[in-house]
């Protein structure tokens, strides 16, 4: 019986040193693969963190659930009073950075700081949930992440972040407990705050309750617009007038609530919070027409006034907007076409329409206009959703949606301007040229306001976490960045971003919050001992197998074929 047999050894060792013979031809032929930006959190889920999410706190499990998450993250989280409301509560406010309890009062040279506050307005939920969802999402994602860390690692790192959740605690409760729809706070109102003479004695029974706190910050407060001026019972009241000779200019003193009334020669509220000199006597704004008769107003002043907040956002509802000063008048302020900047930008990552505060309605005496005023902070109102009364199924998905915005304004503590570049991660583009890797990456300058230094564009890079090293870049024609990085090994990982500096020594860098998110690569062999085959080599190969084991095949026919003649 004839036994089948396969290729010869002969034949076997064609087919080897063929395969051996083309995959040398690439074998020290570096091979770039797996181009990523690593900046996201996208190995990590914190256990149970969205499930505090699905319900309404109130102000007593707020007040819980932050005490909470001080206990189980003390190095992140510092939580602190700023005041007590009229009933009693604390205003919490919590501070959010690594070695929190490290002092820093916000001067040169220390960590930015970044202002969020929410529920001005009791029956506005969504706004202390979204505050307190960004507190947590900081605190949960603290050193998880990718192999380079993650945005909540970068800002908890290098920016120090106040968030006070619920600023008008009284009203909230009030909202829970008795009526959905209150507003103000809960300090009582009586007539004669606002009536000359002692006409109703103070421990009768209030007129009303409540002020309208994002109506009682004092910077144009005296103006008309967008509040209650002496209706004590409606939703926007402002407050009591001041009514008090602050400067002591007035010949005779005037104090309407105990019946002093004005005379001839009084100087009572006349150079109220404008910026202006009413009164011509050398001093601007010293004798105050009103605001910040409240408690919560009183405590967020003196959080202000201590504390340097180059950004602030205060959350609310509704329609979905992103608002900034001023809010008392159409002209634009200074930092105008910079403020409008940087709220387009973030309006682009919730999709909510950007605009002036006093393009939706005037509004006078509120906390976006006070802060930019008095300390120059870049303040934004975000009005969430499309409606004041919120589902509770639907706090995630407002909480979710401005969660990058948020991170955009507090990454932007450091360099209000950053909003004026743009750079496209898709674009980047890594190729070999001879000895070197050459970068090119998106870039486009949409008027960034300060001048750039000379040489100040660079690549930072480092080959399998030795150590970081730069190198210049260009700019192309096109707007583009280019660059040359030195090859220094066949294979391995390369990791860079980009960094520009301004005159003023600001820093930029793509990825946003480099170095912990950087652009990575892997330079691979193309060799059989890698076991790595580019599709190229594949080809080759398998052409190269079909030759050989055809050539096999026919020559072991024609040895059977002449094998029978002899044999016949």
């Known amino acids: 019986m004839r036994s089948k047999k396969g290729p010869g050894p002969g034949t076997w060792t064609m087919i080897i040193v063929s395969v051996v013979m083309?995959?040398?031809?690439?074998?020290?032929?570096?091979?770039?693969?797996g181009i990523t930006i690593s900046q996201e959190e996208d190995s990590y889920t914190p256990p149970s963190f969205e499930s505090n999410f699905t319900e309404y706190f109130d102000y007593n499990t707020m007040t819980s659930y932050l005490k909470n998450l001080e206990q189980r993250f003390p190095d992140l989280m510092y939580l602190f009073s700023i005041g007590r409301t009229y009933e009693g509560r604390e205003i919490w406010c919590?501070?959010?950075?690594?070695?929190?309890?490290?002092?820093?009062?916000?001067?040169?040279?220390s960590e930015p700081n970044a202002l969020l506050v929410g529920a001005h307005h009791g029956n506005e939920?969504?706004?202390y949930e979204t505050a307190l969802y960004v507190l947590t999402y900081l605190l949960e994602f603290y050193g998880h992440g990718c192999d380079n860390g993650t945005a909540a690692t970068y800002l908890m790192d290098n920016r120090e972040i106040y968030i006070v959740p619920m600023l008008n605690a009284d009203g909230t409760q009030y909202a829970h407990e008795t009526d959905r729809g209150w507003r103000k706070n809960r300090e009582p109102n009586y007539i004669y705050d606002k009536a000359?003479?002692?006409?109703?004695?103070?421990?009768?029974?209030?007129?009303s309750y409540g002020t309208d706190i994002n109506r009682n910050y004092g910077w144009m407060w005296h103006e008309l617009g967008g509040s209650n001026i002496v209706i004590a019972n409606g939703g926007t009241y402002r407050g009591p007038p001041d009514n008090v000779d602050d400067d002591g200019d007035a010949i005779i003193q005037v104090d309407i609530r105990n019946g002093i009334l004005p005379g001839p020669d009084e100087g009572v509220d006349e150079d109220p919070w404008d910026g202006i000199d009413n009164d011509g006597d050398g001093e601007v704004d010293e004798d105050p027409a009103g605001g910040f008769s409240t408690r919560e107003t009183q405590a967020i002043r003196e959080l202000g006034d201590s504390v340097e907040f180059p950004v602030s956002i205060t959350y609310h509802s509704y329609s979905e907007l992103i608002l900034w000063p001023w809010g008392f008048e159409s002209e634009a302020p200074p930092d105008g076409p910079d403020l409008e900047q940087l709220g387009t930008r973030m309006a682009e990552?919730?999709?909510?329409?950007?605009?002036?505060?006093?393009?939706?309605?005037?509004?006078?005496?509120?906390?976006?206009d006070w802060f930019y005023s008095q300390y120059g902070t870049f303040s934004y109102t975000f009005e969430i959703g499309k409606r004041h009364t919120i589902p509770a199924e639907e706090i995630l998905e407002h909480t979710r949606t401005n969660i990058e915005p948020a991170k955009y304004l507090i990454y932007s503590a450091d360099n209000r301007y950053k909003s004026y570049l743009r750079t496209d991660e898709n674009s980047t583009r890594v190729w070999r040229?001879?000895?070197n890797m050459r970068v090119e990456f998106g870039f486009t300058d949409e008027g960034y306001p300060i001048p750039w230094d000379d040489d100040s564009f660079s690549i930072v890079y480092r080959w399998e976490n030795g150590p970081w090293k730069r190198t210049p870049l260009d700019i192309l024609d096109n707007g583009n960045l280019t660059g040359i990085v030195p090859i220094e090994m066949d294979e391995g990982k390369l990791e860079l971003y980009i960094e520009m500096i301004d005159g003023n020594g600001n820093v930029f860098t793509e990825p946003a919050y480099?170095?912990?998110?950087?652009?990575?690569?892997?330079?691979?062999?193309?060799?059989?001992?890698?076991?790595?085959?580019?599709?190229?080599t594949m080809i080759v190969m398998l052409f190269?197998?079909?030759?050989?084991?055809?050539?096999?095949?026919?020559?072991?026919?024609?040895?059977?074929?002449?094998?029978?003649?002899?044999?016949?």
Do not use: C
């Not at 083309?22 to 693969?33: G, K, Q």
């Not at 002692?198 to 209030?206: R, W």
């Not at 329409?353 to 976006?368: A, H, I, S, W």
């Not at 079909?546 to 044999?567: D, N, P, V």
């Open 22 to 33: 083309v995959s040398s031809m690439s074998l020290f032929s570096p091979n770039v693969t």
């Open 544 to 568: 190269t197998l079909g030759i050989a084991w055809g050539g096999f095949t026919l020559g072991l026919t024609k040895s059977i074929r002449s094998q029978r003649k002899m044999e016949g």
């Open 433 to 435: 040229a001879g000895n």
């Open 94 to 109: 919590a501070k959010l950075s690594d070695n929190v309890r490290t002092i820093d009062d916000g001067n040169p040279g």
């Open 196 to 207: 000359p003479g002692n006409f109703i004695e103070p421990d009768l029974v209030p007129s």
């Open 349 to 368: 990552m919730n999709g909510y329409r950007p605009m002036q505060g006093y393009e939706l309605y005037p509004v006078t005496g509120e906390f976006d």
């Open 514 to 536: 480099a170095p912990y998110s950087l652009i990575t690569f892997e330079m691979k062999r193309d060799s059989i001992f890698s076991l790595y085959f580019g599709f190229d």
């Open 125 to 127: 939920w969504i706004s």
